[in-house]
T-cell receptor
Framework: KNQVEQSPQSLIILEGKNCTLQ??????????LRWYKQDTGRGPVSLTI?????NTKSNGRYTATLDADTKQSSLHITASQLSDSASYIC???????????????FGSGTRLLVRP | DGGITQSPKYLFRKEGQNVTLSCEQN?????MYWYRQDPGQGLRLIYY???????QKGDIAEGYSVSREKKESFPLTVTSAQKNPTAFYLC???????????????FGAGTRLSVL
């Protein structure tokens, strides 16, 4: 069964600290992995997209890593800011080569709260 | 929210009533999507459209209907057959209907639907 599991469910850190969010997936066949940031009451916004051949990708203070062998990804946030408070969603794309259809499988997200 | 406008922001439905959620995009994107988001769960695909006058069922299409008469518009109707409609509904669009890493989905700000 195609699944995306994220941990922790929620996290509280102090402003200025670093944190790492985890994403494990059992999606096959794998196409790419995406991280989104979703502010409360808003739509998700794309942070990074990685294929199986990419180990790491950065977007400002956000750095995503991917280990396609162990089917794990992480999102590292450096020098956190109050505006980083949001849910972070891991999304894995599966491509079905027989008919070229594809499917996005969404994790349930990690809710991050950054406190002053 | 990347040129995607959802309305209304909040919507209340009475028993037995059909309600329609609006989604308009000015990004000239071919593909549009409707997702449902429930607390503690990942986004689930309701319907998607790859081109005008064509749409496909997603994973949870029962109790919903859509139309795609114009490229920029993809309204979602929540019918009385949907017995548990309370959720946060997100509309998204992408330049092309594909899994490629360049194919980023842009989301609207969402509509929160509640049952009276």
């Amino acid at each position: 069964k195609n699944q995306v599991e994220q941990s922790p469910q929620s996290l509280i850190i102090l402003e200025g600290k670093n944190c790492t969010l985890q994403c494990n997936y059992t999606v096959s066949p794998f196409s790419n992995l995406r991280w989104y940031k979703q502010d409360t009451g808003r739509g998700p916004v794309s942070l990074t997209i990685m294929t199986f051949s990419e180990n790491t990708k950065s977007n400002g203070r956000y750095t995503a890593t991917l280990d396609a062998d162990t089917k794990q990804s992480s999102l590292h946030i450096t020098a956190s800011q109050l505006s980083d408070s949001a849910s972070y969603i891991c999304v894995v794309s599966a491509i079905f080569r027989m008919d070229s259809s594809y499917k996005l499988i969404f994790g349930s997200g990690t809710r991050l709260l950054v406190r002053p | 929210d990347g040129g995607i406008t959802q309305s209304p922001k909040y919507l209340f439905r009475k028993e037995g009533q059909n309600v329609t959620l609006s989604c308009e995009q000015n990004l000239n994107h071919d593909a549009m999507y409707w997702y449902r988001q429930d607390p503690g769960q990942g986004l689930r695909l309701i319907y998607y459209s790859q081109i005008v006058n064509d749409f496909q069922k997603g994973d949870i299409a029962e109790g919903y209907s859509v139309s795609r008469e114009k490229k920029e518009s993809f309204p979602l109707t929540v019918t009385s057959a949907q017995k548990n409609p309370t959720a946060f509904y997100l509309c998204a669009s992408s330049a092309t209907p594909g899994h490629q890493t360049k194919n980023i989905q842009y989301f609207g700000a969402g509509t929160r639907l509640s049952v009276l």
